[in-house]
C-alpha cells in the first residue's frame, strides 16, 4: 500500500512545479502540452525509507516507479534464500517486471536500498498516453530498448562460468553502484556466496 504524501496543491513544490517524469520523456521524444498535463495531474511523488519494501507479493500491481534519488533492488525469493535479480539507481524506472501492466499478484518484492524518492507511475496512466498519444508509444520504445538492453546485460553476466570474471564485468558494467549497494546484494546479484565475493575483491 503506497502512502501519498502531497496535497494535490504542492506534490510538485519540491521539483519545480512538475513531474520529473516530464523531462525524462522529453529526452526520448517532445511531448505536447496534454501529455504534459495528464502526467502531472496522475503521477505523485513517494518515499521510502532504506530497507522498506516498495512492492510485497502482498500488493497489487499498479505502478511503475521513476527514481529520482537512491538505489531499489528487486528481488524474489527461494525458500529462506533472497536472489536479487536486478540493481536500479536514479533516472531508472522499475516495477515488478513478471505482471507488468497486469494488476495481480507477484512474487517479487522491490526494496529500497538507501533512503529514495520516487515517482509513482499509476498502469492506467501509462495504458491511456500509449492509447491516445504516438509520442507515447515511441517514448515508450525507445525506453525499452535501454532495458531490453539492461535485461541482456544481467542474463550475460549471470552466465559467465567464472565468479571473478563476474564480478570484474559488473565493474565494468554497473561501476557507480559498488560503493553504493551492501556487498550481500551484490553476491546474490552475481549469484556467488559473500565470502567469495570477499576474496575476489581482496585478491584484485
Known amino acids: 500500500m503506497i ?3 502531497f496535497s494535490d496543491e504542492d506534490r510538485w513544490k519540491k521539483y519545480n512545479n512538475f513531474s520529473p517524469l516530464i523531462d525524462i ?3 526520448f521524444h517532445p511531448i505536447n502540452d496534454e501529455i504534459e498535463s495528464r502526467i502531472n495531474q496522475h503521477t505523485f511523488p513517494v518515499s521510502y ?36 535479480t536486478w540493481i536500479a539507481k536514479e533516472n531508472e524506472v522499475v516495477g515488478t517486471i513478471r505482471n507488468l501492466w ?3 499478484e507477484s512474487e517479487e518484492y522491490l526494496q529500497a536500498l538507501e533512503d529514495v524518492d520516487l515517482i509513482a507511475i499509476p498502469h492506467v496512466l501509462s495504458e491511456y498516453l500509449y492509447e491516445n498519444f504516438t509520442e507515447a508509444n515511441i517514448i515508450g520504445r525507445k525506453m525499452m530498448e535501454i532495458y531490453y538492453r539492461s535485461a541482456e546485460e544481467r542474463a550475460y553476466l549471470c552466465r559467465i562460468s567464472s565468479a571473478e570474471k563476474r564480478y570484474k564485468r559488473f565493474l565494468d558494467s554497473f561501476p557507480d553502484l559498488i560503493n553504493r549497494v551492501s556487498l550481500k546484494y551484490i553476491a546474490s546479484f552475481l549469484a556467488i556466496r559473500l565470502e567469495t565475493l570477499s576474496r575476489i575483491r581482496s585478491k584484485i
Open 3 to 5: 502512502a501519498v504524501n
Open 25 to 27: 520523456f522529453k529526452k
Open 49 to 84: 525509507k532504506k530497507n522498506k519494501y516498495l512492492v510485497s507479493p502482498l500488493d497489487r500491481n499498479k505502478f511503475l516507479f521513476l527514481i529520482v534519488k537512491g538505489v531499489v533492488r528487486g528481488f524474489i525469493k527461494d525458500g529462506d534464500n533472497e536472489i536479487t
Open 102 to 104: 497486469v494488476e495481480s
